[in-house]
């Protein structure tokens, strides 16, 4: 980094991203994070370090697209029910939720999640079938799971949707998602953010954009968060339920059955769709490193092509001196022209005395 690049870029900053890149500089024995995973995903490290490695940016967190199943938490108790006033009819009260609301990560659970593509399981042949006329599966390697079901956490169940249990609870689902790249990068000024965003949306991420506009107004300096994400590519659907016991049952203290709502090629469907969109992430995740690379890259030689050419130099000029003298230019060459113009009229008009 050059010393002009260094005056450029907030004290408050370079010290936000030193701290950043010490944390990420601790062995992958010993790093953890607040994702799931609990360390930086293998698919989006490179990235990661030319990011960091630019003046003015750094990386604040990260997921290289993912593969998820998750059981939803169930959400805290209701306030106890307002007492019915005298006139009102109770039936006017609104019903009971089917369905627990999306949501409420941090009581649910991860039944599984991959930063890769699954193309080794469930993959159907193409023109086999098995003894039930379903198109059969490739054979499963030693070791592995058999099903996707199975890989899932789940155990196979009617396809019927779950009621209320006894004590009217709304069941909690399980919901499959396809999640593609998402990065946020913080900067150290809106400028050098630019780059960022242009890249971002010429690269497919459309729905990038600042995080917030609070982080322009903090008392130790700015510095804008950029999240580079693209909602287009995400694939959500239910897939299953838990199925538990109350507290009346004798089951009420065992593991809770997790069960299927959808068939095993239903499963293999939704896989085969993010197999594809995996690969539509990494074009994008590329293509946005090699433009934000490019632009960064040019506006540097910008910069030094005007490094000899600041403010207060020999060789600078002030905008509207520079306006006056090319104003002063023009009236100069349009005078000499209206001249040359006269003396070849009458040199013209001497010839043609001279020939008569």
Not at 129 to 142: I, L, M, N, V
Not at 258 to 281: C, K, P
């Amino acid at each position: 980094m050059s010393e002009s690049e260094k005056d450029t870029i907030p004290e408050t900053f370079l010290s936000r991203k030193s701290k950043i890149l010490a944390e990420l500089s601790i062995p992958d024995a010993e790093y953890t994070d607040l994702s799931p995973k609990g360390s930086v995903d293998e698919g989006i490290r490179d990235l990661i370090r030319d990011v960091n490695a630019l003046p003015g940016l750094v990386t604040t967190s990260s997921c290289a697209g993912r593969i998820s199943v998750f059981l939803e938490g169930r959400k805290s108790k209701p306030p106890p029910q307002e007492q019915v006033l005298p006139g009102q009819d109770e039936s006017s009260n609104e019903p009971q939720r089917q369905f627990v609301p999306s949501g409420g990560k941090g009581a649910g659970k991860w039944l599984f999640v991959s930063h890769e593509s699954l193309k080794e399981y469930g993959v159907p042949e193409s023109g086999s079938q098995s003894e039930s006329g379903h198109a059969a599966t490739k054979p499963a390697q030693e070791g592995t799971i058999k099903s996707l079901c199975e890989l899932f956490g789940m155990v196979p169940g009617d396809g019927k949707p779950p009621g209320m249990d006894k004590q009217g609870r709304a069941p909690r689902l399980v919901r499959f998602h396809f999640e593609p790249m998402i990065l946020h990068i913080m900067a150290a000024t809106l400028h050098h953010a630019h780059p960022v965003l242009s890249a971002a949306s010429a690269s497919g991420f459309r729905e990038s954009g600042l995080q917030s506009l609070r982080c322009l107004d903090v008392e130790d300096g700015p510095s804008p968060i950029v999240a580079v994400r693209s909602a287009g590519l995400s694939l959500e659907s239910v897939i299953g339920y838990c199925e538990e016991g109350t507290d009346d049952d004798n089951q009420a203290d065992e593991e809770p059955v997790i069960r299927s709502l959808v068939a095993e090629e239903y499963l293999q469907m939704l896989v085969a769709m993010s197999n594809e969109r995996f690969e539509v992430n990494t074009e994008r995740k590329e293509r946005f490193r090699s433009s934000m690379l490019d632009l960064c890259a040019a506006g540097h030689s910008r910069g030094a092509k005007t490094k000899g050419k600041a403010k207060g130099s020999a060789d600078w000029e002030d905008p509207e001196k520079r306006k006056e003298r090319k104003r002063a230019e023009g009236l100069l060459r349009k005078k000499q022209l209206e001249e040359q113009k006269k003396k070849d009229e009458q040199v013209s008009a001497q010839e043609d005395v001279d020939m008569s």
